[in-house]
């Protein structure tokens, strides 16, 4: 993967970054939101694919980035396909940092050192280069705007956006209602973001624990309490839960 392209855990930091403030928007949503970008950056790498609501590995190689292959092994060294709300869910102390202290590095933004009330020491992150974070906004408001579909990556960025609850920050009050409920359904565009972004969803209502269910087939009606694709927001379709891909997975194990 070349560092020519930002990744989608990137972006979705820099969206959140107030120019205003030098603080993230959403920060305890944002940390499962970037777990979730990981997981949509590796699948557009062709690293991982969807099985129903898992994640397998089908391309163990590394993708060149070193955070993003950090996750792709322990994903691999799960053995099996492990569903995305259990690894969205999981432990990931630092991953905010991580991304702040890359940017950072790349010199998309800097660091100030502060106090908070005067008293206890604290950093914040201004924007150095605005016009990449003006060409990540402008993206999302020209699917917005359009209803054109927009292309994958844009999607799921969008999807994740909505799920950590960006929406209120990029377009605030009663103004910008129309548009968040525009961003809400752009994350029918890209089944991966879907996935992640529903998955993201769960962990912060507590409904981890509880699988998704496929749809039922035609002419049987779902079990009770099932959830079909129908019902899920954005519906986002669900694939079966074991199909080839996971005999994919095993074959590069």
């Not at 377009?171 to 565009?189: A, K, M, Q, T, V």
């Not at 087939?217 to 379709?237: E, I, M, Q, T, W």
């Amino acid at each position: 993967m070349g560092r020519s392209r930002r990744t989608l855990p990137e972006e979705l930091l820099l969206l959140a970054l107030d120019p205003a403030t030098g603080t993230t928007a959403q920060p305890q949503s944002l940390d499962l939101g970037l777990a979730g970008a990981q997981l949509v950056e590796l699948a557009l790498a062709g690293r991982i694919a969807p099985d129903g609501d898992r994640i397998a590995v089908v391309v163990p190689r590394p993708t060149g980035d070193p955070t993003l292959d950090h996750a792709l092994e322990l994903l691999r060294r799960r053995g099996a396909p492990v569903r995305a709300v259990h690894w969205i869910g999981g432990p990931r102390l630092g991953l905010r940092q991580t991304y702040l202290s890359h940017l950072e590095r790349c010199g998309m933004v800097q660091a100030v050192e502060s106090q908070m009330c005067g008293v206890l020491p604290t950093t914040r992150y201004q924007a150095t280069d605005t016009a990449i974070s003006r060409e990540i906004r402008a993206r999302l408001d020209s699917a917005i705007r359009t209803g054109v579909p927009p292309d994958p990556r844009t999607a799921a960025l969008a999807a994740l956006a909505h799920a950590v609850g960006l929406g209120k920050h990029l377009y605030p009050g009663n103004e910008g209602r129309s548009s968040r409920s525009r961003l809400r359904d752009l994350i029918r565009h890209d089944p991966m973001g879907g996935l992640v972004a529903h998955a993201v969803m769960d962990v912060q209502n507590g409904v981890a624990a509880q699988p998704r269910r496929a749809p039922a087939p035609a002419g049987r009606p779902a079990a009770a309490g099932a959830r079909s694709a129908a019902g899920n927001a954005g519906g986002v379709p669900l694939q079966p839960r074991r199909g080839p891909v996971a005999a994919r997975a095993a074959a590069h194990r």
